[in-house]
Structure formats: structure tokens, C-alpha cells
């Protein structure tokens, strides 16, 4: 489950720092200071337009429980809804067309989802009880299904591959590849040794996002992005947080509850989490912070600072993904409630947050509504 932020927290009240990265000896690894005073008051700069879609439904009864996955399409808007075991798929307006509810035993159904995927139209639907993957239709209709092996999190890569990652190092490999039948392809090897010798429940979390060609691949207590081009899996980036980086105590502390204990006491780990790329941006959690780094300019914004809400208006997730057809990055908004008081509040704020108050005005009213928060960054400073 990703954290749950105030919306204002992170468009109004963020405290944006910036600085200038440098890259070591080695070309794929980024230094970032945490500590180092920069510029304040950037979020206005960044943010050049902001759009907010409602996610409606034709039943009125039907809502959606926890967005736990968003993924865009030309056309559509898909969302995994884990808690209800539902893929919902509105078109680009946020009109609900279908709702895949098929949990069961039948042939056509799964037990669980733990992730989905998108190739052509057709909705890939990984049941991690089962160790299957079933396809549907962008309508909901069932086209088939294929045993998988053990894991967490899939993709479909440029070469109509199913990306599985896997769910424990112990299995001798962190990526299984195969076709679109079910068909082994390759069991690729652990990509880094170390962070292998630690206990299972550390590194079981392969999170998966797209970017161009590449499928992206980021785990827990480590800080590299790692690139799949259709025949390995290496390294794309690295991140070192200098004296903030992952201790070799820690590295070598075999028991979870003292393991987690160290993390929350010291808040010194920074773990590369949420991770999403575009043309010009990247951008994901690093422990407590959110780092947002320019590729040309090598330059990077911190998020801190944070100051409370006046008042409890609406919440929202880290940014989810990007939408390459609209050079949009997203995330998903639920209003609670908030009535005419955001609308004179965001107007005598200085936020800079260029066309959030007028789609705010027109498009939230007293409900507790999904909405889809589209955002469109300058490519540089």
C-alpha cells in the first residue's frame, strides 16, 4: 500500500530544495545530499499545468475500495482495486466501460490479483495464489489463462514478454520471462548478491514500472534502478545518499524486528520506492523524501518541510506512473467532503500551482469521489 498524503501538503505547503547532482567514476550512479541547504519554493516552477479527471460509474451504488495501480493507455484509464479483487477501466473522461469481477474457481475467474498489465487491449491479470495470469478483454470479456511461476509484480515488455518478478531470492533468479501462452523464455539471475543475503521478508518487493522500451525494475533497501532490454538486466541508474545510505550493520542484522527498529529510530535508510520515469524527470521516494531529478540539467529537488492542513480536505497518493500520450505525470485524488472551502483557500495561497483552483472549482463538490490528478512538469528549470 502506498503512504497517503495531503493533497495541499504537497502542492501548497511543500518545501522544495535544489541542487546540483554530480555523477562518480562510476556513470550510472547519481550523488544526491539530502543535508545540503538549496533553494527553497520550487514547487510553482515545476508544475506548468494541472488537471483533474473524476472517475464516474452508470450504478451509483459502485464505488471503488483502495486504487492500489494505475496504468494508461491511448484510450483508457485502468485501476486494480486489490481490496474488492476488481480491474475497473474508464475511458480518458473517467466514464466507467467495464468492471472485471471474477474472483472464484471457475476456469474464467482468479482467486487474487496481485497485479496487472496491459499489451494491445488485453488485461493481464496475475493470480499470485494460483500462479496464473489470466487475459481479458478492455471490454471484460475472458480470453484465456496460463500457469506462471511464483512472484510479485508483472509487465509486458517490447517483445510480448511477460516480466515476472520473482517473489523470493532464495529461488535462484528475480525475473521469469514468457510468452503470452505461458511458455518459459529465461529465468534471469539476482542482479546484486548482497541485498540476496539478507532474510526474505526484506527483499521480496520487485516493483515494476515502463518507460519507453524498458521495463524498470526497483526492490526495497536498494538504490539502483535496474533496466531490462530484452536480454539482461542491469543496473540504468544508481543513487548514493552518502552517509545516509543503507548501513552495512543494517545489511548484516539477521533479525526483521531489530532490522525495522533500526529504520524508524534512525529514519537513515532510503529506500528507492515509487520510482517513475519521463523524457525529462525522475522522480521517486527515497525513505521519508521525494526526490525529483532533472536528466539534463542534472539537478534534483527535494520535497520537506512539510506543514499541516487547515483543514482536512482531500488525499493523495505519491505519483503513480507517466502517461506518455499526454507528457502527464499521475496520481489518484479522493475528495472528502471539502465543500466551497478549498476554492478561496487554494486563491489566497501563493502555490503557483498553475490550474488546480479551476478544476477544483468545476469539478469537486461535496462527494467522496476518485479522481485521476493529471500533472504536466516544465522539462527544465
Known sequence: MWRVRILLIMSIYTCALACSATKNQDETTI????SRPCEENVWGKLVKDA????????????VIGV???????KSNIIILDKQQMKVFVFDKKGNNIAIIDRQGRDPEQYISIEDIAISDDMIFIYDSDDCKVCIYSINGDFVRK??????????????DELFLSSGYAADGYEVSLCDFMGNNIEKLVPVDETLNSLPVEFVN?????????????TRYFDYSVYSYNGSE?????????GENNFSVELINEKDPILFHKSIIAGRSVHTIDNFVESPDWLIFDAG?????YNKEERKYYVESSYKPAPYGLFFLNPIMGYDQYTDSFYSTVSALNIGEKLIPFLQNTPSGYVG??????????????????????????
Open 356 to 381: 488546480i483552483d479551476q478544476y477544483v472549482d468545476s469539478l469537486i463538490s461535496e462527494d467522496e469521489n476518485d479522481y485521476i490528478l493529471m500533472l504536466r512538469f516544465s522539462d527544465k528549470l
Open 233 to 241: 538486466i542491469k543496473a540504468k541508474y544508481r543513487f548514493d545518499f
Open 67 to 73: 486504487i492500489d495501480r494505475v496504468i494508461f493507455t
Open 205 to 217: 518487493e520487485r516493483a515494476l514500472s515502463i518507460y519507453e522500451d524498458e521495463v524498470l525494475m
Open 146 to 159: 496460463f500457469d506462471v511461476a511464483s512472484g510479485y509484480h508483472i509487465a509486458i515488455t517490447a517483445y
Open 51 to 62: 488537471k483533474l479527471v473524476k472517475l464516474t460509474f452508470k450504478d451509483a451504488n459502485e
Open 31 to 34: 550523488d544526491i545530499d539530502l
Open 288 to 292: 521519508f523524501k521525494t526526490i525529483f
